[in-house]
C-alpha cells in the first residue's frame, strides 16, 4: 500500500493514519511499524508516533497471516446446488464463515472441507473455495469455488457488480416511501474498530431497497446490493433511522422487541452467470425458522 500525505493528514501519527487507511486497530497498526513494515520516504520508521508531514511517501505492508490448519468437520451442510466448478450452500445465522480468532473451528470452512471435495485454493488454508462472506448471524445462499479458475472468474463478477444478490431483512419503523436507494461510502468506523459506518475514506456502497409488507413497528423489506461492504445492509439501513431488527451492533440500546440471535437479514437469492457453461442461474431459498416466526407476530393481519 502506497500513498503520498496531503494537508488533511499533516502532522498525524503514522500509526493512527495507517490504522485508518489499512483497516486495522491501532495497536495492530503500531505492532507492524515496530516490525518494519512501514516505509516513510522509502526509509523504514519504527516510530509509531512520527508525526506526518506534507509530502511523505508512505509504505507500508501487512504480512499475510500464517495460515492455521483448518481441519474438515461433519457439521450438517445443505448444498442447495454442485458442480465440478463451483456450489452454493446455505449458511444458518449463527454459523461464522470461516476460522478466524474466537472462532477456530465450526465455521462454514470447516464443513465445506467436510462435505465438497476440492475446492479453491485461492482463499489459502483459512478461506479455501470462499469467494464473499455473510455475517455470522446472517442466514442464506452463499457461492463457493471448487477450482481456482472458477474463483477469479466469479471473484471479477463480483468486483463488477454482475452477480445479483438480494436480501430479505425487518426493519424497526414504517418506510415514507414504497422504495429507495441508500448511498454511502463504508469504512471502519473512525471510534469504534469493531463497527463498520459512513465515512468519507470509505470505499463505495449502495443499497436499494423496498417494502414488501409493513408490520407492527416495524417493515419486511427486500434490499438488493450494487456493492457487497462489510455489515453494508445493516450500516445503511440504519443510517436512515431503520435499522435491521434485532441488530445488537446498529440497533437501538433498547430494542423495541426482544429478538435474540441476532439481526433478521436473510440472503434469499443468488444470480449469476455460469463461468463455465455461460448458463443464467438463479436461486432462491426461505428464511428460516426464527426469521418466519418474528414476521409472524409482527403480521397486521
Given amino acids: 500500500m502506497k500513498y503520498t500525505i496531503e494537508n488533511e493528514n499533516v ?6 493514519f495507517l490504522s485508518q487507511i489499512a483497516d486495522v486497530t491501532r495497536s495492530r497498526a503500531g505492532t507492524l511499524i515496530k516490525e518494519g513494515n ?3 520516504n522509502q526509509k523504514p520508521e519504527t516510530k509509531t508516533g512520527y508525526a506526518l508531514r506534507l509530502g511523505d511517501e508512505i509504505d507500508f505492508h501487512i ?3 500464517a495460515p492455521a490448519h483448518v481441519e474438515a468437520q461433519d457439521i450438517p451442510l445443505r448444498i442447495v446446488y454442485q458442480d465440478d466448478d463451483l456450489a452454493v450452500v446455505y449458511k444458518p ?3 461464522v464463515v470461516h476460522p478466524a480468532a474466537g472462532n477456530p473451528d465450526g465455521t462454514m470452512v470447516n464443513a465445506l ?5 476440492g475446492l479453491s485454493g485461492i482463499g489459502g488454508e483459512i478461506r479455501p473455495g470462499i469467494v464473499h462472506r455473510i455475517d455470522k448471524d446472517t442466514s442464506g445462499l452463499l457461492l463457493v469455488a471448487k477450482n481456482d479458475k472458477t474463483h477469479v472468474a466469479l471473484a471479477e ?3 463488477e457488480h454482475d452477480i445479483e444478490r438480494a436480501y430479505r431483512a425487518i426493519v424497526i419503523g414504517h418506510m415514507k416511501m414504497d422504495f429507495g436507494t441508500v448511498e454511502g461510502p463504508i469504512g471502519r468506523h473512525p471510534s469504534d474498530r469493531k463497527k463498520m459506518a459512513i465515512v468519507p475514506n470509505g470505499k463505495e456502497a449502495k443499497t436499494h431497497w423496498r417494502v414488501i409488507e409493513e408490520l407492527k413497528g416495524a417493515t419486511y423489506l427486500e434490499c438488493i446490493l450494487t456493492t457487497g461492504r462489510t455489515h453494508q445492509i445493516r450500516v445503511h439501513m440504519a443510517s436512515i433511522g431503520h435499522p435491521v431488527l434485532g441488530d445488537p451492533v446498529y440497533g437501538p440500546k433498547k430494542s423495541p ?4 440471535g441476532g439481526q433478521l437479514l436473510h440472503a434469499f437469492r443468488l444470480g449469476f452467470t455460469h463461468p463455465t457453461t455461460g448458463e443464467k442461474m438463479l436461486f432462491e431459498e426461505e428464511a428460516e425458522a426464527r426469521f418466519l416466526t418474528w414476521k409472524k407476530k409482527l403480521s397486521l393481519t
Fill in 63 to 65: 504480512p499475510d497471516p
Fill in 93 to 95: 445465522s449463527g454459523m
Fill in 257 to 260: 422487541y426482544p429478538v435474540e
Fill in 38 to 40: 512501514a516505509l516513510v
Fill in 11 to 16: 502532522g498525524v501519527r503514522l500509526d493512527v
Fill in 113 to 117: 472441507l467436510k462435505h465438497l471435495s
Fill in 157 to 159: 463478477k463480483i468486483a
